[in-house]
């Protein structure tokens, strides 16, 4: 199955500040998908990337909010934008694996101040 | 209506035990697939199982196995010989086929259910 490589591992970061997280796959993968777990709460879908069209989004989540890069099949950034406390969330990036299930990168902890 | 029910927040078994995590599933797809994920306390998602809709038997992977009741739509995991290394929060989670969600192969989890193996 992929590896994922997710980074940052963990970040501390300013409000009205943005972060970039990045997934990079050790093999081409068609989509990659952006989910927020929320403290204590599940996992809930951000969008969908696929190479060379746009990211599509989920109900709630915006564009300008969380704008995603997708330049090859294996490579997708996360940016969170102008955050608020309530952006204090894992994220975490996963792939379809294609033998069965999908695979997720280790994880952003992020802690918005 | 939720598609994914995991009516259990939070379960204890005794080391060596076996437990049942219970997930229920709501789709109109007669094409999906189920998964069960291991979340420990460091935040990464571990792939446990997998099942799929028109799979015949029941899955099973080590001491994890499927109980899929497709008539009643659910799809338990069975964890046997409970170890101490296994207490972490427990999601299920659901495919449906491209044509209904319109994106493709993404999955919906449910609430996750917190499991803590005592000695």
């Known amino acids: 199955s992929a590896v994922i490589s997710q980074k940052p591992s963990r970040d501390i970061c300013q409000r009205g500040t943005s972060l970039t997280i990045q997934c990079q796959v050790d093999s081409q993968v068609t989509m990659m998908f952006w989910y927020r777990q929320q403290p204590g709460q599940s996992l809930t879908l951000i969008a969908t990337?696929?190479?060379?069209?746009?990211?599509?989004?989920e109900s709630g989540f915006v564009i300008d909010k969380f704008p995603i890069s997708r330049p090859n099949l294996t490579f997708s950034t996360l940016t969170v934008s102008n955050m608020s406390p309530e952006d204090s969330s894992i994220y975490l990036c996963s792939v379809d694996s294609l033998d069965g299930g999908y695979t997720f990168g280790s994880g952003t902890r992020l802690t918005v101040v | 209506a939720q598609k994914i029910t995991q009516t259990q927040p939070g379960m204890f078994v005794q080391e060596k035990e076996a437990v049942t995590l219970d997930c229920t599933y709501d789709?109109?797809?007669?094409?999906?697939?189920l998964f069960w994920y291991k979340q420990p306390s460091s935040g990464e998602m571990i792939f446990l199982i997998y099942q799929g809709s028109y799979d015949q038997q029941n899955a099973t992977e080590g001491r994890y196995s499927l109980n899929f009741q497709k008539a009643r739509k659910s799809a338990n995991l069975v964890i046997s010989a409970s170890q101490l290394g296994d207490s972490a929060m427990y999601f299920c989670a659901m495919r449906e086929a491209w044509i209904l969600t319109g994106g493709g192969n993404k999955l919906t989890f449910g609430t996750g259910t917190q499991l803590k193996v005592e000695l």
């Open positions: 990337a696929n190479q060379g069209s746009e990211a599509t989004y």
């Open positions: 789709t109109s797809d007669p094409s999906y697939g």
